[in-house]
């Protein structure tokens, strides 16, 4: 999108839109009465008669139907059944013999027999008045909002579009009721769920091969999308007793997609895999896959009626899948909490299944207690019965895969739910001799190694997940042994929980005993539980929260009580299960400890209390601040407030990675990376391990030491030093400073890739901390910092610190301004306002050409640039300040001429307000004055002339006149009139440039006549 400005990129968003297939309609035709009209309500209509044509609709049940849309309040509640009625149909109670008629909007089956319309500029009349980029509508229900900012601004990017879309909402909630999509765009493009009631929602970018962001963006929009979003991929959501939305990442959609139509090729013969293995890393959002791919095969007719499992592998996933499934406005699925409810299951329906979606562990499938189902199962197909066996409608979905799905329990499960579909989540699959989950669930044979993957790098590069860091502690009393980490690395069934490793084998058993003796020791966990405290009062209190996983129950229990020296109580709180175990003085702490919990909480119930423990752990600013468990919350926990994980457990291969990335989660943009102290001293060992497992390609981004992130420190400050070749470094001299600028803001290239890594550098001098290298390179971060400060002020005109920066940046806020040198030149950077007084405030303020040329370039590109949609003086230099800034542009720049040059343009500023306040001439007034002294030059009859075509116009244009074509025709035809007989012979023009100059008017009117 180089060298587009907004109205450009405008004109080509609009273009690829109509090449998809959308009819653009100019914003004064579409079909609706005022500006207060949301709905195109006669398009709406005809689309209802069109797609229920086989319903017997009459005219007064589809406006019933319409009129059971609107009423719906633009509340929480309110968005939720609007969001519903654009997925299956508005429900009314026909007054023909009082039949109940589900009466559709959208025909998602046949895409074509829906009407797409693009439009611009729309304007919508609620407690304020707005006007709209692009706006998509189908079937005359607005279903999409893209706003856009010029590319080439010094001073807006998307995000302006995205407030300004979030200002939007509240100016006018009625329309956002309908509005399921919001797009940000100017070079790059995010998209983003419409929830009115929350200041801030999750951004994503929408990928597309080799396509750019806007491109990208377009072609998530299609005809051949929209509606398969808005129906399968968008879901209100509840959070914390809040509701918001979820919109599907681009790479759940692709694997959702990819599912969906393996099963419906196998069906239809086109293919005959029924096996699929989805690996995603962990982090990126492969609950929501599975439940994307669940819904949508769940409500298509050609599978008439599925059943559909998800298969886990621990009673606490089970319960987390169960949660994050109701949280959604979606089907809920059914718990199968035991073999019997199993068993009811498969005997359903004489043996055909119960229909639905279910959730269980694998542990249901006990081959001696399902022999006698799967002999009956047996006898009936022999006798051409149809059974759950036999039913190819039965997809499974298997949540990470590489577990349990090699031994009896998934071959009783394979057996029983033979003729459906398998597929697998991961994202850490194994390769290994007798657990290959690519041959178990993928087509190597046929070069398919996975139907989707999604791994590390391209999570991180697209900001869904963060690098995770570990540190090794090397002190010897702290860490396990060589020997030690040896024997249990050779040990296949450390992912057993520890109530079962009751019953392993002895030797096994007495490897894993000597161990954990080693870790329980309660001098060793007192010195380690001072170096935890240490570590989080120092780095993360106040900003992020940590979980300690102690090796058994026991020890979780000795954790808290050590924590609790060094920590106020509250701060931690333990998150185990509490069955009885072997080990009688171990079952004393635990069922101690149970008891004091169920005191504290006044609860009888452990789950109730686990519950709520973990939801206030999720919460800013709720206590605790750090859990300790030992097999609990290790797979699929999602916190993304959790940075540091203090790993006293050994784990291996797999395990450990999934483990590990319970802290990769971003949060708020100020998190670096995840962050994992190793006490035990396994990461060393089990990271190469991985990579001989995984292959180097696939695994290396997975952990990065303290010295890797040296590293990316050491990179990324050269990278960016190198942007400022040829200027003296760590000199606070303005002049110098201002090169620095004019660097940045002669390429578009060079600001944002210098804006992007300061604040990665800051974050990662905020991570790092007081290492030394970074101590050795302080004063080049103060020069940059003092740089991104400059230009802050200077050009974007914004702080350069919020109240987010001064929360989780304090060690690096303490230590910038603890430099003299920043904060002298922090002090005397000039702060002018662009008000009647900046010329001469600037002069005053400022030494040299330029920086008085910086100054008034930008000043006017914020100001002018920003707002000439709104005002007509702005709008009247803008192009002059388009041209001040591509001089600016240019190497070999006279910076007097700049500056008289801008400074001409202001006093032009100045003397057209105060004209238009001595004419006492409205902004619609004076915009067109503006146009026909362009043309014709200044005369004083052109005064009298526009308050003629005021008149003229005169009631007409009440609110919403540009949307009735009666009323715009009347009032376009007058004008034509006016000026036909005023200038055609007067100027001796032509048809042309009447045409031209009724063109120019009419834009004016139509943007400030109401």
């Known amino acids: 999108m ?539 209190d106040g900003k992020f929260k940590a979980m300690v996983v102690a090796a058994t129950r026991s020890a979780c229990v000795q954790y808290k009580r050590a924590l609790d020296k060094f920590l106020p109580p509250e701060y931690s709180e333990v998150i185990m299960t509490y069955h009885k175990i072997k080990d009688p003085q171990a079952n004393q702490i635990i069922k101690e400890y149970e008891e004091e919990l169920k005191t504290k909480y006044n609860r009888k119930n452990t789950e109730d209390i686990k519950k709520e423990v973990i939801e206030n752990f999720k919460e800013e600013d709720s206590l605790p601040k750090i859990l300790i468990v030992t097999d609990m919350l290790l797979t699929g926990f999602d916190a993304p407030i959790l940075q540091t994980m203090y790993l006293d457990k050994p784990i291996k291969e797999h395990m450990l990675l999934q483990a590990v990335a319970r802290t990769n989660r971003p949060y708020k943009d100020v998190k670096e990376a995840g962050y994992i102290v190793d006490y035990v001293g396994m990461i060393d060992t089990e990271l190469k391990h991985a990579l001989e497992i995984y292959g180097t390609d696939e695994i290396q981004e997975t952990l990065y030491d303290i010295e890797s992130m040296k590293n990316d420190f050491n990179k990324l400050m050269d990278e960016t030093l190198a942007i400022f070749k040829g200027i003296p470094k760590n000199q606070y001299d303005r002049e110098i400073l201002l090169n620095a600028i004019e660097i940045l803001t002669t390429d578009d290239e060079n600001s944002d890739i210098f804006i992007e890594n300061y604040r990665n550098l800051r974050r990662l001098f905020e991570f790092l901390g007081t290492d030394a290298i970074v101590l050795d390179r302080r004063n080049e971060f103060k020069w940059i910092s003092a740089i991104y400060s400059y230009y802050m002020k200077m050009v974007t005109r914004d702080p350069s610190m919020d109240e987010t920066v001064r929360k989780y940046y304090e060690k690096t806020i303490k230590f910038l301004h603890k430099a003299t040198e920043f904060e002298e030149f922090e002090k005397n950077l000039p702060e002018i306002e662009f008000d009647e007084c900046y010329l001469e405030n600037l002069n005053q303020s400022t030494d040299s050409d330029e920086e008085r040329a910086a100054n008034i370039v930008f000043a006017l590109n914020k100001f002018v640039l920003v707002n000439k949609e709104n005002n007509p003086v702005y709008e009247s230099v803008a192009d002059k300040v388009e041209r001040l800034r591509e001089m600016w542009k240019t190497r070999g720049k006279d910076y007097n001429k700049l500056y008289q040059e801008g400074a001409e343009i202001f006093k032009q500023i100045q003397t057209s307000f105060k004209r238009q306040e001595k004419l006492d001439l409205s902004d619609l007034e004076y915009s067109m004055l503006s146009v026909l002294e362009n043309k014709f030059g200044k005369n004083k009859e052109l005064i009298q002339d526009v308050e003629d075509i005021d008149s003229i116009i005169g009631e007409d244009a009440f609110d919403g006149w540009v949307e009735q074509r009666a009323v715009y025709k009347k009032i376009e035809g007058n004008i034509r009139r006016f000026i036909r007989k005023k200038y055609y012979k007067k100027f001796n023009m032509n048809m042309n440039d009447l045409e031209e100059l009724n063109k120019q008017i009419m834009e004016k009117v139509e943007k400030y006549a109401e």
């Open 2 to 540: 180089s060298g587009f400005d907004e109205e450009m990129l405008e004109d080509y968003v609009i273009e690829q839109f109509e090449k998809d297939g959308w009819k653009f309609v100019k914003s004064a035709f579409l079909n609706r009465d005022t500006n207060e009209d949301i709905l195109l309500e006669s398009d709406l209509m005809r689309a209802i008669k069109r797609i229920n044509h086989n319903k017997d609709l009459d005219d007064d049940e589809i406006i019933q139907a319409i009129k059971e849309l609107k009423l719906k309040p633009s509340t929480s509640e309110g968005l939720k059944q609007v969001l519903n009625m654009l997925k299956y149909g508005v429900t009314i109670v026909s007054k023909r013999g009082r039949e109940i008629k589900k009466i559709n909007l959208f025909d998602f089956s046949n895409i074509k027999l829906n009407e797409y319309i693009v439009s611009r500029q729309v304007i919508y009349h609620g407690k304020e008045e707005i006007r709209t980029d692009v706006m998509l509508y189908v079937n005359g229900i607005p279903l999409a909002n893209i706003e856009l900012k010029n590319p080439a601004s010094f001073s807006e990017t998307w995000y302006n579009a995205y407030l300004q879309i979030k200002g939007y909402e509240k100016d006018v909630p009625e329309l956002y009721k309908y509005v399921q999509i919001g797009v940000a765009a100017e070079q790059n493009a995010l998209y983003f769920p419409i929830v009115p009631q929350l200041e801030d929602v999750n951004k994503s970018e929408w990928k597309e091969d080799d396509a750019d962001p806007v491109n990208s963006v377009i072609k998530m929009l299609s005809k051949e999308r929209i509606l398969d979003l808005i129906r399968n991929y968008i879901f209100i959501r509840e959070e914390a007793g809040m509701g918001t939305k979820v919109i599907a990442r681009y790479m759940q959609y692709q694997a959702s997609e990819r599912i969906v139509n393996r099963v419906l090729n196998q069906m239809e013969g086109i293919d005959d895999k029924k096996n699929g293995l989805i690996w995603h890393w962990q982090g990126s959002g492969k609950t929501l896959t599975m439940i994307f791919a669940a819904n949508k095969l769940y409500h298509l007719q050609k599978l008439e009626n599925p059943s559909i499992f998800f298969i886990l592998d621990r009673l606490d996933l089970e319960n987390q899948l169960y949660q994050e499934f109701t949280a959604l406005d979606s089907i809920h699925p059914e718990i199968i909490h035991n073999i019997d409810e199993l068993k009811s299951l498969i005997l359903h329906d004489e043996y055909k299944g119960k229909k639905g979606i279910f959730i269980t562990i694998m542990q249901r499938f006990k081959p001696g207690q399902l022999d006698k189902v799967q002999e009956d199962l047996e006898k009936l197909e022999e006798m051409d019965k149809n059974t759950i066996s036999s039913r190819e409608n039965v997809i499974t979905f298997i949540d990470e895969g590489h577990r349990t799905q090699y031994g009896t329990l998934a071959g009783q499960m394979r057996k029983i739910l033979k003729s459906g579909f398998f597929f697998a989540f991961t994202g850490t699959p194994i390769a290994k001799k007798e657990k290959d989950t690519y041959n178990k669930f993928a087509y190597p044979s046929d070069n398919e190694a996975y139907l989707h993957r999604y791994f590390i790098i391209e999570s991180i590069k697209d900001g869904f997940t963060l690098k995770i860091v570990y540190k090794p502690i090397v002190e010897r009393d702290i860490r396990l042994d060589k020997n030690s980490i040896k024997a249990f690395s050779e040990v296949e069934f450390d992912e057993l929980p520890e109530e079962i490793q009751d019953d392993v084998e002895i030797r096994v058993k007495s490897k894993l005993n000597a161990i954990n003796v080693f870790l329980e020791n309660p001098k060793r966990i007192e010195k380690v539980a001072k170096d935890i405290a240490d570590n989080f009062k120092e780095n993360l």
